[in-house]
């Protein structure tokens, strides 16, 4: 059994910028890749970044040059450092992991959510 908990989004004016984490916590034998989703009011959610254990990024065309994921595989956790927010990037964030235990099954995570609200 394995929890995501985000943390980090909150109310931020255009321009600025958030940080976003997000623990993995429980039996895990290895994480997988990580990414980051978010869905807006309306929207179908969708792929914001995604990094693999070994460090490779894939960024939706929206954020890119703007925002970036890293991880910390000692600690479970990944991030995403948004800069340059505008009102478009206000969604529910979501953390995604694949996770494989010691019985070499890998299932896929989700956190709950964090939400970001940019204005304007």
């Known amino acids: 059994q394995v929890q995501l908990v985000e943390s980090g989004g909150g109310l931020v004016q255009a321009g600025g910028s958030l940080r976003l984490s997000c623990a993995a916590s429980?039996?895990?034998?290895?994480?997988?890749?990580m990414g980051w989703y978010r869905q807006a009011p309306g929207k179908q959610r969708e792929l914001v970044a995604v990094i693999t254990s070994g460090g490779s990024t894939n960024y939706a065309d929206s954020v890119k040059g703007r925002f970036t994921i890293s991880r910390d595989n000692a600690k479970n956790t990944v991030y995403l450092q948004m800069n340059s927010l505008n009102p478009e990037a206000t969604a529910v964030y979501y953390c995604?992991?694949?996770?494989?235990?010691?019985?070499?099954?890998?299932?896929?995570?989700w956190g709950k959510g964090t939400l970001v609200t940019v204005s304007s």
């Open positions: 995604n992991a694949g996770v494989w235990d010691v019985r070499l099954s890998m299932m896929d995570y």
């Open positions: 429980g039996i895990i034998f290895r994480i997988g890749p």
